[in-house]
């Protein structure tokens, strides 16, 4: 005689293994074939030692495709998971050596080296107080790939073994207003889990953006930097506009003054043949200086 109750459990485990299988299957089906990320921040905050992370090396063990003082835009891949992982370590931001301009070129770069588009930019910095050095970084990071790069921002704090963060340091930081979401890493540890766990919270992101957002593509890029052109000819505009608004009030201001002074010393009567006196002076002395500068010594 069956036990029923024996047999149903048996049925029950069975039948949550199959449901576990489907998931699985249907998150693996679901993962992009390929997942391209970029690894951006300043100088010294970890960008090679989670490059050396992501590609299973042992920690701070540098590689001559990752080092630590990355001139130019580098790119490892790795099968992870059934997937097609690349990972792109570009030029620290805020290099001292190095001009605005000079920064934004490297970034620009990174589009072409990730092209058709990165899944999700890793920001890399250390579970700290954000420096103003960091903070810059963001700004020119969102000038030049525009505010929604916030979306495809990943804030990933390194040293996790000095400081263990909880959502509090979080939202006190406000790393929501530059980053989609935040991880944390421990570079000095083999650990399993980690680059798993990364990966998987990544291609939930990317999973739930619409197919036609899944990468920050070049489109998106060069649309931001048509916006950051526009802004800074506006402002530019607008700087002129200030400084020609200045110099009239400045000579509103020297006329002003000098009519009070002659009238001072002619009266009222005076002032006026005083004044036109000084005008006929002003056109002498010009087109005497003028005359001078075309002699040839």
């Not at 391209?36 to 920690?59: A, C, H």
């Amino acid at each position: 005689m069956t036990n029923y109750s024996t047999t149903q459990q048996q049925q029950d485990i069975t039948d949550q293994l199959l449901l576990q299988e489907k998931d699985k299957a249907k998150m693996s089906e679901s993962k992009e074939p390929e997942l391209k990320i970029v690894l951006i921040g300043i100088t010294g905050e970890g960008k090679t030692s989670v490059m050396n992370t992501l590609m299973g090396r042992e920690p701070l063990v540098q590689s001559p495709s990752a080092s630590s003082d990355t001139k130019k835009c580098k790119t490892e891949t790795r099968e992870f998971d059934g997937q097609k992982l690349v990972v792109i370590d570009t030029p620290g931001l805020m290099d001292k050596h190095k001009t605005q301009q000079q920064v934004e070129n490297d970034l620009a770069k990174t589009i072409t080296c990730a092209a058709p588009g990165p899944h999700m930019f890793l920001l890399v910095m250390k579970p700290f107080v954000l420096t103003k050095a960091i903070l810059d970084a963001v700004e020119i990071i969102q000038e030049m790939f525009g505010e929604n790069t916030k979306d495809y921002t990943l804030a990933l704090f390194t040293c996790e073994d000095k400081k263990k963060l909880s959502q509090d340091h979080i939202t006190e930081a406000k790393v929501n207003n530059f980053s989609v979401d935040w991880h944390t890493f421990d570079n000095t540890k083999k650990i399993p889990d980690q680059v798993p766990d990364l990966l998987k919270k990544i291609n939930k992101i990317v999973g739930k953006r619409e197919e036609k957002k899944k990468m920050y593509t070049n489109e998106m890029f060069e649309k931001a930097q048509e916006l950051k052109e526009e802004t800074r000819k506006k402002m530019k505009e607008e700087q002129e506009k200030q400084g020609k608004e200045q110099e009239v009030n400045e000579e509103g201001l020297v006329d002003t003054l000098m009519k009070a002074f002659v009238r001072a010393i002619v009266g009222e009567e005076g002032l006026e043949a005083a004044l036109t006196f000084a005008g006929w002076m002003q056109d002498k002395v010009k087109v005497y200086w003028e005359k001078k500068k075309g002699i040839r010594l």
